[in-house]
């Protein structure tokens, strides 16, 4: 499975970017798919999931209401939008894939996650 994530940039404060995962290989097995983040000196931290099987989803609070994970079945691709963006969401943003059930329904563990994007730079400016 390989998955190449897309749509980083700089933007202002309060603006809106869109990432892309598109995921490309053996896909059909796949449980959910997440996005995370790791700013400079931080860790990384899940951002949002969505489950392939009925598209339940995830937001971490600090994203809750600005963020939106969704799917396209047919393209194999998720997406992030990310609306009213803030200095704070700058980081390295990845997509990944899980090949496994678990028990943590919405995978909200990156141990959970089994192939990994490149990372997408987004940059929030004040």
């Known amino acids: 499975v390989q998955l190449q994530a897309s749509g980083g940039g700089l933007v202002q404060a309060g603006g809106s970017l869109r990432l892309s995962c598109a995921a490309s290989?053996?896909?059909?097995?796949?449980?959910?798919m997440g996005w995370f983040r790791q700013a400079p000196g931080k860790e990384r931290e899940c951002v949002a999931t969505?489950?392939?099987?009925?598209?339940?989803?995830y937001y971490a609070d600090s994203v809750k209401g600005r963020f939106t994970v969704s799917r396209d079945n047919a393209k194999n691709t998720v997406y992030l939008q990310m609306n009213s963006l803030k200095p704070e969401d700058t980081a390295v943003y990845y997509c990944a894939t899980s090949m496994r059930y678990s028990d943590n329904y919405y995978y909200t563990g990156e141990n959970l996650y089994d192939y990994w994007g490149q990372g997408t730079l987004v940059t929030v400016s004040s």
């Open positions: 290989g053996r896909t059909f097995n796949r449980y959910a």
């Open positions: 969505i489950r392939w099987s009925g598209g339940s989803t």
